[in-house]
């Protein structure tokens, strides 16, 4: 792959967010309202509205969420940007982080100077068969549905031939689950803002309020473990493997270079962009891995001159715990087979050398699909400027990472930022 | 129906009624492929031709599945009634996903990614309303 190099360079200004959740008198218009009002807040110098060229909007299904179609001239609408050139980007769960990538290109190519990028999903107004289905829709309708995958089913598969080839135990995944949980519970922003352990502590305050049997739990562990307190979804996952069902929507004011310090007194420099595809899970050699994050990786590491090594703060793609474990060996945090030892190690807590998910990722955060990506910038938007309060990583890391995967891996992108003095 | 010239999802549902698996092969790099597709990959060869499939392979990934998506719902799996859906990895190279049977769904420990598999279809409806969907058995 030949390293190639954006036509000029492009910088975030702005970076903000709805609170992910369930919000039942919240459209995906009212939640990119809020994105986009937040997002102008963050431009320390100011913008006039008129700046902005173009928007970019990441949606995985408003069709099958909302009944909902051409959904960017709406959020344009409403954001009161009409007439400027609105498009979707659709790449399921990656939709965020595509339309990151079209903004950029957009901006390196010389055709807009200042974009706005917004991410928005809203799920929970359908029941959760439903929201089954529309994000089973991701895979191969044809050729996958028929054998009866579903979403935490594809995932799940790929934690049985990982633990077969690494000899990893549900220990791990239960890892990433109290890590996620221990960040979110910092995050005003996340769907489940609670640690497991505030949750053991409710669940035994609310049995014996009601003079039943208190449960028993031991420790995180035990409740995790508890097929009662945690329930199998597709086995090996249990239900605090699976990031939630939510809505919400995120936003990012991007712009060329040049422009970046009449808004900014502190941007942040894209350096690096990734993106790549790949067949339907069955359809590829290795289910351990996933081959797209591993090229994305490759390509924006290399536009950026970095190694992994040089990432200071990250936000991956934890749709379902074994996705994280997954998601720190393909971007070369750790090599392949160590990500689930890691994790037990402590290695990517928020103090820890490889801080992964501060904001609580999209399992304690919330995964509002197609503004997942987007959101994953706000959290590292924050970090780099030291702007993340009690969950603010130490050490003032200066790059941080984006890592976004569609379905099960058919597309990932990745982006790397840079915070310079 | 033109199934030997049609590497189409109608041609295979087709084979699969009559409970055959079939892939495709290009006739010049032998490269065999299921689901099948029209083309080649590597050389964009557009010499393919059906294939049988020995319908032995090896189990490579799984899971067992307790929310049901509705297609499965609709055969009366879900959260009593798990089922097990995987991937395999045929004998001639490429994989598939397909339901999995002769599993002890209750006890998925027990189940082992590389165990042998071998096809088998699985039939639901009558007549002219029969589908056909892919399963393999393990240990037979």
């Not at chain 1, 995985?60 to 344009?76: K, N």
């Not at chain 1, 190519?109 to 829709?137: C, N, Q, W, Y």
């Not at chain 1, 690494?166 to 890590?179: D, F, P, Y």
């Not at chain 2, 490579?60 to 509705?70: C, D, G, L, V, W």
């Amino acid at each position: 792959m030949a390293n190639r190099k954006l036509g000029r360079g492009v910088a975030l200004v702005g970076a903000g967010m709805s609170g992910f959740g369930v919000f039942p008198r919240l459209s995906s218009r009212d939640l990119f309202v809020q994105a986009y009002l937040e997002m102008l807040g963050t431009v320390d110098k100011g913008i006039s509205p008129a700046d902005i060229e173009a928007v970019f909007i990441g949606n995985f299904s408003s069709e099958l969420f909302e009944g909902q179609g051409h959904t960017a001239p709406i959020m344009t609408e409403w954001v009161g940007l009409t007439p400027r050139p609105s498009t979707r980007i659709e790449n399921a769960c990656a939709s965020g982080g595509a339309a990151i990538r079209q903004a950029i290109l957009a901006i390196a190519s010389g055709m807009h100077d200042v974009v706005l990028v917004g991410g928005i999903e809203k799920m929970t107004s359908l029941p959760t068969e439903r929201v089954t289905d529309a994000l089973t829709t991701a895979g191969d309708v044809l050729y996958e549905i028929p054998a009866g995958f579903t979403f935490p089913g594809f995932y799940a598969a790929m934690a049985t031939a990982y633990m077969a080839r690494h000899g990893a135990s549900a220990e791990a995944l239960m890892q990433v689950t109290i890590k996620n949980h221990d960040n979110g519970s910092l995050n005003p922003k996340a769907q489940f803002g609670t640690r497991i352990s505030d949750i053991i502590a409710s669940k035994k305050a609310a049995a014996e309020q009601k003079g039943k049997p208190v449960p028993d739990w031991a420790d995180e562990r035990a409740f995790l473990s508890d097929e009662r307190a945690n329930p199998s979804i597709a086995w090996p996952l249990r239900l605090f493997d699976c990031s939630p069902i939510s809505d919400g929507s995120a936003a990012l004011l991007l712009v060329a270079e040049d422009r970046a310090k009449s808004y900014s007194a502190a941007p942040l420099y894209i350096t690096g962009s990734g993106q790549s595809s790949d067949a339907a899970l069955h359809s590829r050699s290795d289910f351990t891995s996933i081959g797209a994050a591993r090229r994305a990786a490759a390509e924006a590491y290399a536009m950026a001159g970095i190694t992994p090594s040089d990432v200071g703060v990250a936000e991956v793609h934890d749709c379902f715990t074994i996705a994280e474990i997954i998601a720190t060996e393909d971007l070369g945090f750790f090599e392949a087979g160590e990500g689930h030892k890691a994790v037990i190690e402590g290695c990517t807590r928020r103090d820890a050398v490889r801080p992964v998910n501060s904001s609580g990722g999209l399992k304690s955060k919330g995964h509002p699909v197609g503004a997942s990506g987007v959101g994953q910038v706000v959290e590292i938007w924050k970090q780099l400027r030291g702007e993340a309060g009690r969950r603010q990583v130490p050490g003032g890391p200066a790059l941080g990472l984006t890592h976004n995967v569609g379905g099960t891996g058919q597309t990932c992108v990745v982006h790397v930022f840079e915070r310079r003095s | 129906m033109s199934a030997t010239t049609d590497f189409t999802h109608a041609a295979f549902t087709q084979w699969l009624r009559e409970h055959k698996l079939m892939g495709v092969r290009s006739t010049a790099s032998q490269y065999v492929t299921v689901p099948p597709k029209p083309l080649a990959p590597a050389q964009h060869e557009c010499d393919m031709e059906w294939v049988s499939l020995s319908g032995k392979g090896t189990l490579e990934a799984f899971s067992i599945i307790y929310i049901a998506s509705t297609t499965m719902i609709r055969e009366g799996y879900g959260r009593d009634h798990p089922y097990c859906a995987g991937v395999v990895r045929l004998e001639e190279g490429p994989a598939i996903s397909a339901q999995i049977l002769g599993v002890d769904v209750s006890h998925p420990e027990t189940i082992r990614v590389g165990s042998p598999v071998t096809v088998e279809f699985i039939d639901s409806g009558e007549g002219a309303q029969r589908r056909t969907r892919l399963g393999f058995r393990v240990g037979v």
